[in-house]
């Protein structure tokens, strides 16, 4: 069964400060993988998916992430955060072979913004 | 609102009662699928369907737990003899068909919470 590990649990930046959250998966086979976003009071959101081909892959809001294979790592970056990303941010993976496609959550990273 | 749609939004029951939440997935979504979240963690998987047919369960789902998809449109889970464990976020999700690409979106959950 694959499992999925956030670092961060709550992280603090001022405006146009980097980001970069942190997100490592354990499974052996081929994984398709996912960061979801939830802003305050709304649902989860699709923030980017990775398939195959570049491993650098862009997303919504100018948020990017990264698949280094090797290392099991799916990282979520953005060069300039503003106050509107203050969200909880969940990385996510089903696994190719799976059949029911279930997303296995990491225990998500608490973003705050400051103006 | 063509998403995902789920009710009722918040739910308080007392402890051995039963409950019975909704979930109206998107019009030509075949998938439907049921997580449930609680506090400070990402959501975990329960179960999914594939059109009318509930092709997996997760161990999560005790025999408490039943959902069902009669018509391969909306879906219910019922909860029977709530228990104070059981308080938490159920989330609904869908997506186009069997695909692993396929996005799977999420409705804005039914909190649980059982006193």
């Known amino acids: 069964a694959q499992s999925v590990s956030q670092h961060n649990h709550h992280v603090i930046l001022s405006e146009a400060a980097s980001l970069e959250l942190g997100c490592n998966y354990s499974?052996?086979?081929?994984?398709?993988l996912f960061w979801y976003v939830q802003y305050p009071g709304q649902h989860l959101q699709l923030l980017l998916k990775?398939?195959?081909?570049?491993?650098l892959v862009k997303g919504i809001k100018g948020f990017e992430a990264e698949f280094i294979k090797s290392k099991f790592s799916f990282n979520l970056r953005k060069p300039s955060v503003q106050w509107s990303d203050t969200a909880e941010y969940f990385c996510?993976?089903?696994?190719?072979?799976?059949?029911?496609?279930?997303?296995?959550f990491g225990g998500g990273t608490r973003l705050m913004v400051k103006p | 609102d063509t998403g995902v749609s789920q009710d009722p939004r918040h739910k308080i029951t007392k402890r051995g009662q039963n409950v019975t939440f909704r979930c109206d997935p998107i019009?030509?979504?075949?998938?439907l699928y049921w997580y449930r979240q609680t506090l400070g963690q990402g959501p975990e998987f329960l179960t999914y369907?594939?059109?009318?047919?509930?092709?997996?369960k997760s161990r999560l789902l005790s025999d408490r737990f039943s959902a069902e998809r009669p018509k391969g449109s909306f879906s219910t889970l019922e909860i029977q003899r709530t228990e104070q464990g059981d308080s938490a976020m159920y989330l609904c999700?869908?997506?186009?068909?069997?695909?692993?690409?396929?996005?799977?979106?999420f409705g804005p959950g039914t909190r649980l919470t059982v006193l």
């Open positions: 990775y398939f195959s081909g570049d491993p």
């Open positions: 996510a993976v089903n696994a190719q072979r799976n059949a029911g496609n279930m997303l296995t």
């Open positions: 019009s030509e979504h075949n998938r």
């Open positions: 369907f594939q059109n009318e047919a509930q092709l997996e």
């Open positions: 999700a869908s997506s186009l068909d069997e695909s692993s690409y396929n996005e799977q979106f």
């Open positions: 499974y052996g086979g081929t994984v398709n």
